[in-house]
């Protein structure tokens, strides 16, 4: 189980570091969120793996530990929350810049120049 999730999270770091190396806004959004699962997965597993064992310390051997599960869970919320606000950002700067290149040369600076 512990090859499978690190797997999965090798993968999911993967495709998110090469979305957001993209010149685009919304595939960077992507990737960032993509990130944020992958960092959520990394978290939950460090709680010990263990199927069919109770969340405490009682009279088995074995245990999960029921923190990086809390941690995970409000991760969820914000990861959720900031999600959506930077997708707002980037429809509109896309409104107001006409394109979602994030490097675009064509681009107006701070003082109103081309």
Known sequence: MEALFSITVGILTACSIYLILRGRSFPIVMGLTMLSYAVNLFLFSTGRLV??????????????DPLPQAFVLTAIVIGFAM???????????????GTDEVNDPQAKD???NR
């Open 110 to 112: 701070g003082e109103g």
């Open 83 to 97: 999600t959506a606000y930077t997708i707002i950002l980037a429809v509109r700067v896309r409104g107001e810049l």
């Open 51 to 64: 199927l069919n064992q109770l969340p405490i310390i009682g009279n088995q051997a074995e245990y999960t």
